[in-house]
């Protein structure tokens, strides 16, 4: 399991994964500049396509007109066509030489294999048949009880219907052709000879589609009026469509075409002479993966990213892995305890400055470890002179024992308090080594304090003390805290004022802090002087020099100790009074002896 945690493995999954997302981008990115090109290259194969199939398409209506125009403008057709008033101008050779002219025609043009049948009837009902089924003398009715046949016929110009059913098929036709129907009008006379039906094979359209190669999986729609017809299998079969028009950059005829719920991107165009459109679709992009063109560009990328990522793995193995790993067993050394140094780690790189920190972290601790030795053994002769200094307190305690019967015996009491309440102080100093103590011991040691300081002054001063909740007797304290400030007021407060003091020590609680309040009615202390006191400036005169030490010590170790938010804080009026408080916080320690 270690190994899997290695920097060694993780660089070789990041290698991993990092190769695995560049190649998905790579990969991504290519398709979608093949996806653009291919497209791009579509749309111009497919606008080509579709301007060289109309182009063909107008040509042939032109013809188809021109052969229109040709009926009507042709002399003996006209003479046909307008009939005669006596029997010898409508006899048989003018029908032949009218039809001769109308099959010349229509051999020597371009579109004779797209006409299934032309009727040529003229103004008295004579009627000319041509085309590649035989004529009937019933075909002339069947044409003029067609339902569009008065619509065609009367239209200022050409109308398309679209598709109609063939109606008069044979194994030569189809089975739908495109009618035309005009009328025959006699150019000078400007009058209406007769009409002329055409019915148009949908080859005509067709013929042009199967002639152009199409690309990939197109198709091909032929729009008449209102009518669609999609190409399939070489004809025209009717369908529905929906065609919505596409913005493009461009400027490419693009649209979308939807049938039966496919939407599909495609090309349209419109011819001139005829209100036809011709849509090809645009090819599926997909199909640019079926010739594997894709696999042929993205296959080499992604090898050679692969082979870079290992010779990319191989270099970060000799110039990251490896260094770490000799790191780590160095590490893994000092842990054990061997602080031996290793030359090798300290190579010209960043891994290089790690060794010789590693190297020098090895002597330095070496260093340590020498000198906690030294420590240790100096520290055990203090103790051994320690002890033996324990000879001078006890001496010296034997010796008050000694003073204090003595002023038992000559019947001097005030000596004899003064010396027990000297020893007690003594006794706590020399005995009990713990910072901290609780406010109950303190107090005890203060009313020691007090005992002398009222032997040396007398009566000059009274002091009390208020403890408003009895629980926070045991809250802890530094040791010898409040001594420094009863002196201060004793000495600086006191020591000069004609009448007797007041000293006032007030313990209460605020929130969760200890609160000792001293209040003295002495002289007093100016501004200048407390922020003196409190603060670390060196101009100060050798009157307050003890005050300043005392109170600035006590000040400074509790914000050390418990934050800003603890301290001294001092309170003065000149000539009416000091009040010093010292804010501690709420703390207790159980089951701690205390001498």
């Known amino acids: 399991m270690k190994i899997l945690h290695s920097l060694k493995m993780k660089m070789i999954v990041l290698c991993i994964i990092t190769s695995i997302f560049l190649s998905l981008l790579l990969s991504y990115q290519i398709y979608r ?19 060289l199939i109309a182009s063909n398409i107008e040509r042939e209506l032109d013809t188809l007109y021109q052969m229109v125009l040709f009926c009507s403008t042709n002399t003996e057709i006209s003479r046909f066509a307008g009939g005669m008033k006596n029997q ?116 005509f359209v067709t013929g042009k589609l199967t002639s152009h190669s199409q690309a990939f999986d197109s198709d091909y729609y032929w729009l008449i009026d209102d009518k669609a017809y999609r190409y399939e299998d070489g004809s025209f079969k009717e369908t529905v469509l929906s065609i919505e028009n596409i913005a493009s950059q461009d400027n490419s005829p693009l649209i979308y075409v939807t049938e039966n719920g496919d939407k599909v991107k495609a090309l349209c165009i419109s011819t001139r002479n005829a209100p036809w459109t011709l849509i090809q679709t645009l090819p599926d992009p997909e199909n640019l993966f079926s010739n594997n063109e894709f696999e042929k560009i993205i296959i080499p990328y992604i090898m050679i990213l692969l082979i870079s990522f290992l010779i990319l793995g191989f270099i970060l193995k000799h110039t990251v892995s490896d260094p770490v790993t000799k790191i780590s067993r160095q590490i893994d050394l000092i842990a054990g305890g061997n602080f031996s140094i290793d030359p090798s780690l300290e190579t010209s790189d960043e891994f290089g400055h790690i060794g010789r920190g590693i ?24 103790e051994l002179d320690n002890l033996q200094n324990q000879i001078s307190p006890h001496f010296l305690y034997n010796t008050l024992y000694t003073i204090k019967w003595m002023a038992i015996i000559q019947n001097a009491p005030g000596i004899t308090e003064m010396l027990d309440s000297l020893t007690q102080i003594m006794k706590n100093i020399s005995k009990n080594t713990n910072s901290k103590i609780p406010l109950k011991d303190e107090l005890e040691l203060l009313n020691h304090y007090i005992t002398i300081q ?56 605020e929130e969760n802090d200890l609160v000792i309040i001293i209040t003295d009615n002495g002289i007093g202390i100016d501004k200048e002087q407390i922020n003196s006191i409190l603060s670390s400036a060196e101009d100060i005169t050798e009157e307050q020099l003890f005050r300043k030490i005392g109170l600035k010590n006590i000040n400074r170790r509790l914000k050390l100790e418990y934050g800003e938010a603890y301290g001294l804080r001092i309170r003065s009026e000149l000539k009416q009074f000091t009040e010093i408080t010292i804010r501690y916080p709420i703390m207790f320690q159980e089951e701690e002896a205390y001498v």
């Open 88 to 203: 010898a101008y409508t006899s048989y050779p003018i029908s032949m030489t009218a039809y001769e002219q109308l099959n010349a025609k229509i051999f020597n043009s371009s579109i004779e294999a797209y006409i299934n049948k032309i009727i040529l009837v003229s103004k008295t009902g004579e009627f000319i048949i041509q085309g590649k089924s035989y004529g009937m003398n019933k075909d002339v009715e069947v044409c003029k009880s067609l339902p569009y046949f008065e619509t065609l016929l009367n239209a200022s110009d050409y109308e398309w219907i679209g598709l109609q059913p063939e109606l008069f098929s044979s194994s030569h036709t189809g089975t739908h052709s495109l009618p035309i129907i005009r009328p025959m009008i006699n150019s000078t006379a400007g009058v209406i000879n007769g009409w002329l039906y055409i019915a148009l094979d949908p080859s």
């Open 33 to 51: 500049f093949m996806h653009k090109s291919f497209e791009k290259e579509q749309i111009q194969t497919v606008t080509y396509n579709l301007d």
């Open 454 to 509: 009222r032997y040396r002054y007398g009566d000059s001063f009274h002091y009390t003390c208020t403890i408003e909740e009895e629980y926070l007797l045991k809250n802890l304290i530094f040791k010898f805290s409040l001594q420094p400030l009863i002196e201060n007021s004793i000495f600086h407060g006191l020591s000069t004022k004609k009448q007797p003091g007041e000293i006032h020590l007030h313990v209460r609680k």
């Open 359 to 382: 190297n020098v972290m090895s002597m330095n601790i070496c260093k340590l470890l020498k000198q906690q030795l030294e420590t240790e053994q100096e520290k055990r002769q203090l």
